[in-house]
């Protein structure tokens, strides 16, 4: 009981496209491929903020724990 054979994967493929049909098949795919680039446009845009402002603050936090006594 391994992996499906090919012959399980082409009724799977006829039996989603009777129940859905092409035309909706393609827009749920350019639906998905146009929020997937809009993902990836995304991050390249927020990956630079990120690094700028954690290099230009500089800041340090000096603190220090006290241990907590438990009665």
């Keep these: 009981m391994g992996s499906f054979s090919i012959w399980h994967w082409l009724i799977v493929l006829v039996v989603v496209l009777l129940i859905f049909g092409t ?6 795919g350019s639906d998905l491929g ?7 446009e995304g991050m390249k845009e927020d990956a630079p903020k990120l690094g700028d402002s954690a290099e230009q603050s500089g800041n340090t936090i000096d603190a220090e724990v006290k241990d907590k006594q438990h009665s």
């Design 23 to 28: 035309k909706k098949l393609r827009n749920i």
């Design 34 to 40: 146009g929020a997937v680039k809009g993902f990836k």
